[in-house]
């Protein structure tokens, strides 16, 4: 293994590296999804981490951000999956490198759009096909995901309860902006991924 190794070349041995970091990554996040520990260290700012599943809801529902953030750490590692295992693999058929990272990116650049695709149709399927938002959502608090701007000025994102599984929706407030991590009740619905909402017990200055 070690005699292997060394006798790669230094962007052979970069490569490598990426390959396997990414594969390792990789299969701990599928087994940890489906033991329904979901979770995905997406990048914590408005950008935020969506792209999580959770398999492990009480009702054995399927979980995901219906507008799946391109910015997540699951869509990074899928990248460097599909770029790695293309670019290692090429590498000894193609004898132009550029024309291999060119390939290579776009084979990451297609693995990342299948997967975001994928569990958005699979998290349609599950709100269309268990839930009738307009009679569930009503009423149900939870919390903002992500900033909501004031004055329907912009879409923000809340996570609330229903049926006993967290799931994701955008969100409008008619109110002040309300900001990460604040409390909220859904007053309405705009349409079957929008909800409107307001801030619970708001800051009276």
């Given at each position: 293994?070690?005699?292997w190794?060394n ?7 970069i490569?490598?590296g ?18 329904g ?6 990048i ?24 799946m953030?391109?910015?997540?750490f699951?869509n ?9 295992w293309t670019?290692v693999l090429l ?6 490198n ?11 650049v297609a ?6 695709w994928?569990?958005?149709w ?14 569930a ?7 903002a995901?992500?900033t909501?701007p ?16 967290i ?8 109110g002040?902006s ?10 309405g619905v ?7 909402v307001e ?7």
């Amino acid at each position: 293994m070690i005699e292997w190794w060394n006798s790669l070349s230094t962007v052979m041995q970069i490569l490598w590296g990426i390959t396997l970091s990414a594969t390792l990554i990789f299969v701990i996040q599928t087994i940890m999804t489906f033991m329904g520990l979901g979770g995905d260290g997406g990048i914590d700012t408005d950008f935020d981490a969506a792209g999580n599943v959770d398999l492990g809801g009480g009702d054995g529902s399927f979980d995901a951000d219906p507008s799946m953030s391109l910015l997540t750490f699951r869509n990074f590692i899928n990248f460097c999956l599909g770029f790695g295992w293309t670019a290692v693999l090429l590498h000894d058929d193609v004898k132009s490198n550029f024309l291999v990272m060119v390939i290579a990116i776009i084979v990451g650049v297609a693995l990342v759009a299948a997967v975001m695709w994928m569990f958005k149709w699979l998290s349609s399927m599950q709100q269309s096909g268990n839930i009738d938002v307009h009679t569930a959502a009503v009423g149900c608090e939870g919390k903002a995901y992500l900033t909501i701007p004031g004055e329907r000025k912009g879409e923000g994102k809340i996570q609330i309860t229903i049926n006993n599984a967290i799931r994701e929706y955008d969100a409008l407030t008619e109110g002040d902006s309300i900001p990460t991590g604040t409390p909220i009740k859904v007053i309405g619905v705009i349409n079957d991924h929008t909800l409107l909402v307001e801030e619970v017990n708001p800051t009276i200055i």
